[in-house]
C-alpha cells in the first residue's frame, strides 16, 4: 500500500513543482528574453512559449521515465526515502534545465534578435532600397 501511495504522491508533487516552476519561470524570464532579443516582443514572447512547451515534455519525460527506477517503498521510512530521491532528481533536473535554458539563450539571444531584426528591416525596405 506504501508503494501505490508513494508513486501517486510522487505524481502529484513532481508535476505541480514543474507546473510551478515554469509559470514562475515564463512570467519572469519573459522581461529576460525582451532584452536578450532586443526589446523584440513578440519575438521574445514567442520565445518564451517554445521554451515553456519545451520544459514541460522533457521534466514529463524525466517524470514519467523515473516512475520505475527503484524499490518500491515498503514501510513509511521506506516512502520518506523514496519519495525525496524521486523528488530530489526532478528538482535537480529542473534546475539544470533552467541553467542550461539560461546560457544558451544569454550566448545566442543576442545573435538571433539582431538576425531577426535584420530580416524585418529586410522585409520592410522595399526592392528600390537594396
Not at 535584420?118 to 520592410?124: F, I, L
Request: hydrophobic fraction near 50%; aromatic fraction near 14%; charge should be neutral.
Amino acid at each position: 500500500m506504501y508503494a501505490i501511495y508513494s508513486y501517486l504522491l510522487y505524481l502529484a508533487l513532481s508535476i505541480a513543482l514543474t507546473i510551478w516552476v515554469a509559470q514562475t519561470l515564463s512570467k519572469n524570464g519573459l522581461i529576460f528574453l525582451t532584452e536578450c532579443f532586443g526589446h523584440d516582443e513578440s519575438l521574445a514572447t514567442s520565445t518564451n512559449h517554445l521554451l515553456v512547451v519545451g520544459f514541460y515534455l522533457v521534466n514529463l519525460g524525466w517524470i514519467l521515465l523515473t516512475l520505475r527506477f527503484g524499490t518500491p517503498p515498503v514501510n513509511a521510512v521506506e516512502a520518506i526515502q523514496f519519495l525525496s530521491g524521486k523528488v530530489g532528481i526532478v528538482v535537480v533536473a529542473v534546475g539544470l534545465m533552467h541553467f542550461f535554458n539560461m546560457h544558451a539563450i544569454a550566448r545566442f539571444g543576442r545573435k538571433v534578435g539582431d538576425w531577426f531584426r535584420e530580416e524585418q528591416r529586410a522585409a520592410k525596405a522595399g526592392p528600390e532600397d537594396i
